[in-house]
T-cell receptor, first 114, second 113 residues
Framework: AQKVTQAQTEISVVEKEDVTLDCVYE???????LFWYKQPPSGELVFLIR??????QNEISGRYSWNFQKSTSSFNFTITASQVVDSAVYFC???????????FGAGTILRVKS | GAGVSQSPSNKVTEKGKDVELRCDPI?????LYWYRQSLGQGLEFLIY????????KSGLPSDRFSAERTGGSVSTLTIQRTQQEDSAVYLC???????????FGPGTRLTVL
């Protein structure tokens, strides 16, 4: 069975602080895919990143960075110098193979205050 | 190009009525998914269509739920004899082997009175 755990229900930070959102996953598959999605107040889920299980390179995209560690089954997401527009619910998700259904974590509510 | 579209955006119905929710995927995307988002259950997978293969219906919560995809494009999710616990936001997503990730529509908010 596959499972994604986002232990942080809600995080509040002040603008310009760095913040890390945790994601821990469980799967028996040797090949799998990990995702992060953002759900702003408007409600639409926005794709942020996909990582393959065989590629542990960390990735940086602007103020966003992702740390994938197979040894701890974690795929954490860091926002550097947070902004009010980053306020949203962030979901981590797992897929057994590319194109297959996603198993989502419960989500982390991020509130960035000015 | 246009993203995934869903209609209606909101649907209010009475318990026991049938409802149909529509999804128009991104043009050229071969895979289409339905998910449900509710306060108590989070984001749950419902059903998945891939090309001409038999759909993966493993997430459908009961036989009151069904979905079809016509011509490999538009999909309709049907809920028969709606119950109050069916109230949720129903999300559709599509994907292609050429594109990373699943791309979601804005959802249909279903309220069963």
């Amino acid at each position: 069975a596959q499972k994604v755990t986002q232990a942080q229900t809600e995080i509040s930070v002040v603008e310009k602080e760095d913040v890390t959102l945790d994601c821990v996953y469980e799967t028996r598959d040797t090949t799998y895919y990990l995702f992060w999605y953002k759900q702003p107040p408007s409600g639409e889920l926005v794709f942020l990143i996909r990582r393959n299980s065989f590629d542990e390179q960390n990735e940086i995209s602007g103020r966003y960075s992702w740390n994938f560690q197979k040894s701890t089954s974690s795929f954490n997401f860091t926002i550097t110098a947070s902004q009010v527009v980053d306020s949203a619910v962030y979901f981590c998700a797992l897929s057994a193979k590319y194109g297959n259904k996603l198993v989502f974590g419960a989500g982390t509510i991020l509130r960035v205050k000015s | 190009g246009a993203g995934v579209s869903q209609s209606p955006s909101n649907k209010v119905t009475e318990k026991g009525k049938d409802v149909e929710l529509r999804c128009d995927p991104i043009s050229g995307h071969t895979a289409l998914y339905w998910y449900r988002q509710s306060l108590g259950q989070g984001l749950e997978f419902l059903i998945y269509f891939q090309g001409n293969s038999a759909p993966d219906k493993s997430g459908l919560p009961s036989d009151r739920f069904s979905a079809e995809r016509t011509g490999g494009s538009v999909s309709t999710l049907t809920i028969q004899r709606t119950q109050q616990e069916d109230s949720a936001v129903y999300l559709c997503a599509s994907s292609s082997g050429l594109v990373r990730g699943q791309f979601f529509g804005p959802g249909t908010r279903l309220t069963v009175l």
